[in-house]
């Protein structure tokens, strides 16, 4: 075995540990609490989970799909912007999105102020503005998770032949038609892919559903684990959703199935956009500006002005020790991360075995792990690892015996399971254009494996390497059930402040860490769908 064989099994190891764990331990003896909650709580759980699931997944694939349906087929007014502009709700955490809205409807907030003050509305029904319950979370997930299923479904349609498409418009078929019997079918395996990350997000989150009340797995694990002091029984929960998390995933591979479509000419060509007249294209302008306007326009200009009333309160040294925790930890997960991905990708190109495969699809395991259920397995491994080194840090006259696991290492080795497919993904992609012809030669000069890699194939991956640093560090810095868990003792980032503000009902407050996120998120969002595209063509 070489270094990278033996470097990427100790990080698969690293990676497969936590959820190990979590699986052995699901079988052990429950404890007390466990009866009480699987007869009076799992059923809540399920019911809630499973609905979640449902509406979300069924509204952002309708979103999804026809956004980029009229994005990629038609000429409209700011199509051109709406091509890009779509993504940006990304740019905003689900649960910062949560609170806003609820800050903008809720009585004090600005629509029911002003239906008061300017046109007299006095005795107003709260009934309708009250969105902190399951239809309400599925509002706010499906606003804010759709381009999930945009961005690859745009993507797809525009890389792909036109044919299809342009022999059904042949055809006489108008747009509903097509977009129904062609670019529905046409689009399933990417649909499906878009959809699985989106379901994977709700099960990952935790701000929403706390924040909303409602009861999710996500919330039972941190009620169980500190509000119940039972960290069994959280186990059990944890891999109650891995199970799902399985579920899910193989009902993934059913549904893509083996049907595959190719392209009827060698001649691959991009769709020629059709231009709208009249009504329709107005239609079509008033759908994208009223999807772009509920998940971007309207809470970031909210937020901006609660950020402008609450600036010179928020804004003390304290913040700023905030936003240097944040960078902290998302510079280091994130170096971690394509250290990782990088040893990993550079082996399993180097080898082409059935093993090496089995490898690499190991590493993206943990994306498909909600953070609450990686925090509750590496942090079991890690106070297992500290009852191994009592006596050494006893030796050492070291405070405590649960050194390792409240430290910022445990929180930055989560990031890297967590968030590992993500840079591996960019470097795997990467490392399959450019081949091996240039390493083997390199090695065919005398020069050693080590050598070769920094000196040949790391600067050919060096845009995915930007990239997928990029990528890590805005998912950590987003990143909420993690940080809240693992964080060390009095280490607040800005996910974790702005969502210590909103649980406190201090929502104005709440704004400038939440757009500090968001700017830095659509930074990065803008860099990938504009600027890189620009530099391409």
Not at 60 to 69: D, E, K, M, P, V
Not at 171 to 184: E, H, Q
Request: proline share 4%; glycine share 6%.
């Amino acid at each position: 075995m070489n270094i990278w064989s033996i470097l990427t099994v100790g990080i698969v190891l690293t990676v497969i540990a936590p959820n190990f764990v979590i699986l052995l331990q699901f079988f052990t003896e429950p404890a007390d609490q466990w009866d009480h909650i699987r007869q009076y709580l799992l059923p809540d759980l399920l019911k809630n989970t499973g609905l979640l699931l449902l509406f979300i997944g069924t509204i952002t694939i309708f979103l999804g799909t026809s956004l980029a349906w009229l994005v990629t087929a038609y000429h409209f007014p700011g199509n051109r912007f709406f091509k890009w502009g779509l993504i940006l709700p990304l740019a905003i955490p689900p649960y910062i999105g949560g609170y806003t809205y609820h800050g903008m409807l809720n009585y004090t907030g600005v629509i029911q102020t002003t239906l008061r003050d300017t046109f007299g509305m006095e005795d107003l029904d709260q009934n309708y503005f009250d969105i902190l319950n399951l239809p309400g979370a599925v509002f706010i997930f499906t606003l804010f998770l759709y381009p999930y299923i945009y961005t690859m479904t745009q993507t797809y349609l525009e890389t792909q032949s036109a044919s299809l498409i342009e022999n059904a418009r042949l055809l006489g078929k108008n747009g509903t038609n097509i977009y129904l019997s062609v670019v529905l079918p046409i689009s399933r395996a990417v649909i499906i892919g878009g959809t699985s990350l989106v379901l994977l997000e709700v099960l990952n989150d935790y701000g929403v559903v706390q924040y909303f009340g409602v009861p999710t797995f996500t919330t039972a694990i941190f009620q169980t684990w500190f509000g119940m002091n039972d960290l069994a029984s959280a186990i059990k929960l944890s891999a109650t959703v891995m199970f799902i998390i399985a579920v899910l995933l193989i009902g993934e591979r059913i549904l893509r199935g083996r049907k595959q479509y190719s392209h009827t000419t060698s001649r691959v060509h991009p769709l020629q956009r059709k231009r709208l007249t009249g009504w329709k294209k107005w239609s079509a302008f008033l759908y994208c500006l009223m999807v772009f306007s509920l998940g971007f326009m309207i809470p970031g200009l909210q937020l901006l002005s609660w950020m402008l009333l609450t600036y010179e309160k928020v804004a003390t040294a304290e913040f700023w020790v905030l936003l240097s925790n944040s960078l902290i930890a998302a510079l280091s997960g994130a170096a971690m991360i394509m250290t990782g991905a990088l040893i990993i990708a550079n082996f399993t190109r180097l080898h082409k075995s059935l093993p090496a495969k089995a490898l690499s699809k190991i590493t993206i395991l943990g994306y498909s792990i909600p953070g609450a259920v990686i925090a509750v397995g590496i942090s079991t491994v890690f106070i297992y690892i500290d009852n191994l080194l009592a006596a050494l840090y006893e030796n050492l006259d070291m405070d405590g015996t649960l050194f390792l696991s409240t430290s910022l290492l445990i929180l930055i080795m989560a990031y890297a399971i967590r968030f590992l497919a993500i840079g591996f993904n960019a470097i795997d992609a990467e490392f399959d254009k450019a081949g091996t012809s240039f390493h083997e030669a390199s090695r065919l000069l005398g020069k050693g494996s080590v050598s070769t890699f920094f000196k040949v194939d790391l600067p050919m991956v060096k845009g995915a390497v930007i990239s997928g640093f990029i990528l890590s560090f805005i998912e950590i810095l987003k990143e909420l059930p993690l940080t809240l868990i693992l964080r060390p003792f009095n280490f607040d980032t800005l996910s974790t402040k702005a969502y210590q503000y909103a649980s406190d009902e201090q929502i104005q407050e709440a704004a400038l860490p939440s757009l500090l996120i968001i700017s830095l998120s659509a930074l990065a969002i803008y860099f990938f769908y504009y600027v890189l595209k620009k530099e391409r063509n």
